[in-house]
């Protein structure tokens, strides 16, 4: 199994983040952010990750320390998890439609951290949650995860859609971009021999 365990702590988080890349897609998430925590169990279920993140944070001033912290953990963990890269496909990607919204993800499990983010929401915030926090834990996901990764709202009049298609995009990037491709006979998928 291609697990690992990360924990977190400043004096604005407590985070404790446990993965399991070989799951079934079982999200035991407690952020204090709902919102957060549905986006979260959309990488579990679609990315076949078995997730759990407990996290306690400052939120009597906002959410962006917990989510943005949550975002480093998440990526400490994955790095962790995928090990030596031997073996697997390193690339995925994803369409993923919800009603009249469309997104697009596609990742590399480079090395390399880069970010890529093009995403207009139609409004500020999805119930009390500020969008601009999503960008904040992709960030911090792919900086400490060193992988690069795209992300594309193509279409979507429906922020909360806009949002879900992109989380869902993403857990099944990250499922296609981990599985073991048999005909690399666990070779390392890079010309330079090292990811």
């Keep these: 199994m291609r697990s690992a365990e990360v924990t977190r702590n400043t004096l604005e988080t407590r985070i404790t983040a446990r993965l399991?890349?070989?799951?079934?897609?079982?999200g035991t998430l407690d952020t204090g952010v709902p919102f957060f925590d549905h986006m979260l169990d959309?990488?579990?279920?679609?990315?076949?990750?078995?997730?759990d993140i407990q996290a306690k944070g400052d939120l009597h001033i906002d959410a962006h320390h917990t989510v943005e912290d949550v975002g480093i953990?998440?990526?400490?963990?994955?790095?962790?998890?995928?090990?030596?890269?031997k073996g697997?496909?390193?690339?995925?990607?994803?369409?993923?439609?919800?009603?009249?919204?469309?997104?697009?993800v596609v990742?590399?499990?480079?090395?390399?951290?880069?970010?890529?983010?093009?995403?207009?929401?139609?409004?500020?915030?999805?119930?009390?949650?500020?969008?601009?926090?999503?960008?904040?834990?992709?960030?911090g996901f792919v900086n400490h995860a060193a992988v690069t990764l795209?992300?594309?709202?193509?279409?979507g009049i429906n922020a909360h859609h806009q949002a879900e298609t992109i989380f869902k995009a993403f857990g099944r990037a990250l499922r296609m971009a981990v599985e073991t491709d048999e005909r690399m006979g666990g070779q390392m998928p890079s010309t330079k021999g090292s990811l």
């Design 20 to 26: 399991n890349l070989d799951g079934t897609g079982k």
């Design 42 to 51: 959309q990488i579990a279920r679609h990315g076949l990750i078995d997730l």
């Design 73 to 85: 953990t998440l990526g400490q963990a994955f790095a962790k998890a995928v090990g030596d890269k």
């Design 88 to 104: 697997i496909r390193r690339y995925g990607h994803a369409y993923v439609p919800l009603d009249e919204a469309l997104s697009r």
């Design 107 to 139: 990742v590399d499990l480079s090395g390399r951290p880069g970010l890529e983010y093009h995403v207009d929401y139609t409004r500020a915030r999805i119930g009390e949650f500020d969008v601009d926090l999503l960008l904040e834990f992709f960030r």
């Design 150 to 155: 795209h992300i594309d709202n193509l279409r």
